[in-house]
């Protein structure tokens, strides 16, 4: 597999866990390269369940190095919590790196988030509230504080106190919000410090290393396509960059490394948080689909809404992250639906959209066009290739990679890491 990078090739929620799960196990490294624990998945190992945010779930394979790259922001409280529950069931740590350069989510960062959303009222994000903005602001606002600041008692010292007058400042003066404890904070960040210091390292030097020995190196994208801050259905997105290049800037490596791009989509769409959604099913297919497909978050167990296979927003995917193959899960949630159907274009005043809208805005006047597929009956879960698949799941795949013109490498047809097969 060389050097392969996952990504999630619509709104999130794609059933990643499960395919980094099976790729991980042939992968020297996985890299965590952007986002924070607004992530999550569960993995069960050897009847074990493991609710895991930031720490790639390579960790559980005892000779993978799991790196969370220079493009993260990391909530210590969190990744110790992880790997505390992690080394109570015997897993091995020494195998996890933590970029020097990563940033830190703070309280403040996490009660921002939680009053800007409050301010926006109607228009909210929907945001995981887990800080996750507000840290990344205060990276590109150059006030962020590192892993490698943290460390250093002193340098950490100086920089928190900076942040916490200013923060409380805005929390109070701007939102009429509780001041938060900056001895405190510190006290608390200073025994997480002395906890992780032995982690963090520089893992560019790592990935670049792994990469040139003809390593397996296994990127692992969180968040999905349209979630980018750059070209996702802004401002529903996340301030991270989820597409393919963000493994680049936030592994800090370049792109030729990475030889494939695999995207992971579903067999239908879902999307958490606020925000357009074309082929939305608010009606009894929708529910199915919800039931069906346990569509609840990992990481705030919200309802999730789901809707058709959208084909504009796979193809938008396979361009933003030059996709060489997708990965289909969850084919089984659609047993027992009599029809499905696929949105092949958008109709705008009369006219066929073909391209996923730049600007959000023109999805009011777009209408999803659908052609419609046979669905099946017959019980797929134990389907161990193609030929196990009705006719009509296959024309249902066929059509897929052809309206998306890339080829569907892997397909899912229920929760268990042995339930996938490749195509
Ligand atoms: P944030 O990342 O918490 O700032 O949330 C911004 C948007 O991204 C919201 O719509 C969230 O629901 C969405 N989001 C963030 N992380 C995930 C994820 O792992 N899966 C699906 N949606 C996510």
């Known amino acids: 597999m060389a050097v392969t990078a996952l990504v999630g090739a619509q709104w999130g929620d794609e059933g990643k866990g499960k395919v980094i799960d099976i790729l991980a196990e042939k992968s020297d490294m996985v890299v965590r390269a952007q986002g924070g624990n607004n992530a999550g998945h569960t993995v069960v190992a050897g009847g074990v369940t493991y609710k895991l945010h930031l720490i790639p779930s390579g960790i559980l394979y005892k000779n993978t190095i799991c790196v969370i790259g220079n493009g993260t922001v990391i909530d210590p409280a969190v990744v110790l919590e992880e790997m505390e529950s992690l080394s109570s069931r015997g897993v091995d740590l020494s195998r996890l790196k933590i970029d020097a350069r990563a940033h830190v989510i703070f309280p403040y960062h996490i009660a921002l988030d939680g009053l800007s959303e409050d301010a926006r009222g109607k228009a909210d994000i929907g945001t995981t509230k887990k800080g996750i903005g507000p840290c990344y602001m205060d990276k590109a606002e150059r006030i962020g504080i590192r892993m490698c600041d943290l460390i250093q008692p002193d340098v950490f010292a100086e920089k928190l106190k900076r942040n916490v007058s200013l923060k409380n400042n805005i929390i109070t003066k701007l939102y009429g919000g509780e001041p938060l404890d900056c001895d405190k904070i510190l006290a608390d960040y ?73 995207g992971i989509a579903k067999s239908y769409t879902t999307r958490v948080g606020k925000g357009p959604f074309p082929t939305e099913l608010d ?101 161990k290739s193609v030929k196990d698949l009705p006719k009509a799941a296959v024309a249902y795949l066929r059509a897929i990679e052809k309206l998306i013109d890339c080829p569907i490498k892997m397909v899912g047809v229920g929760p268990d890491r042995t339930q996938n097969f490749m195509l």
Do not use: M
């Open 190 to 262: 200073n025994e997480y410090a002395k906890k992780l210091a032995s982690f963090v390292c520089d893992t560019s030097v790592l990935v670049y290393n792994a990469v040139k020995q003809g390593k397996n190196v296994l990127f692992e994208g969180a968040q999905g396509a349209l979630l980018d801050l750059d070209v996702g259905t802004y401002p529903y997105v996340t301030s991270s960059h989820p597409v393919s290049g963000g493994f680049c800037v936030g592994a800090g490596v370049g792109p030729t490394l990475i030889k494939d791009v695999l």
């Open 283 to 383: 009606d009894e297919v929708g529910n199915f689909i919800r039931e069906q497909g346990f569509e609840y978050g990992t990481t705030t167990g919200r309802p999730r809404r789901c809707g058709w296979l959208d084909a504009v927003i796979l193809r938008f995917a396979v361009r933003v992250n030059g996709l060489t193959g997708i990965a289909l899960n969850k084919l089984d949630t659609l047993t027992g639906l009599k029809k499905l159907k696929i949105c092949v274009a958008y109709e705008k005043n009369g006219q066929k959209v073909y391209d996923f809208p730049s600007d959000i805005s023109e999805l009011a006047d777009c209408k999803p066009v659908y052609e419609e597929y046979d669905g099946w009956t017959e019980d797929i879960t134990k389907a």
